[in-house]
Nanobody
Framework: QVQLVESGGGPVEAGGSLRLSCAVS????????IAWFRQVPGKEREGIAFISTSLERTDYADSVKGRFTISQDYAKKTVYLEMSSLKSEDTAMYYC???????????????????WGQGTQVTVSS
């Protein structure tokens, strides 16, 4: 069983930065794939950043590459999403997701995550 709790969302001006956190409660944190998704009402959920907890390999969607950084604090079992150069189109509900996918499957093509957080809203004003 895995429980995920996101935090750090809120309003921010365009061009600004924000850091989201995802606290992961699980007995076995190793060999997990943790990802950030986002969703705007009426649109499909988009996977934007992925990290494998064991090798810390990361992958990003083109829409955020170069602006967002996913990282982890292994000891704290927490995954972060550093967002910079924010744009109005980054406005969305951001979700953390987790599953036991191997590192070579932990990428933007990966879907079907079993565990999800409740989400945190990010609103970018221009």
């Amino acid at each position: 069983q895995v429980q995920l709790v996101e935090s750090g969302g809120g309003p921010v001006e365009a061009g600004g930065s924000l850091r989201l956190s995802c606290a992961v409660s699980t007995y076995i944190y190793t060999n997990k794939c943790i990802a950030w998704f986002r969703q705007v009402p009426g649109k499909e959920r988009e996977g934007i950043a992925f990290i494998s907890t064991s090798l810390e390999r990361t992958d990003y969607a083109d829409s955020v590459k170069g602006r967002f950084t996913i990282s982890q604090d292994y000891a704290k079992k927490t995954v972060y999403l550093e967002m910079s150069s924010l744009k109005s189109e980054d406005t969305a509900m951001y979700y953390c997701a987790a599953d036991s996918f191997p590192y070579y499957e932990c990428n933007v093509q990966r879907g079907g995550f079993a565990y999800w957080g409740q989400g945190t809203q990010v609103t970018v004003s221009s």
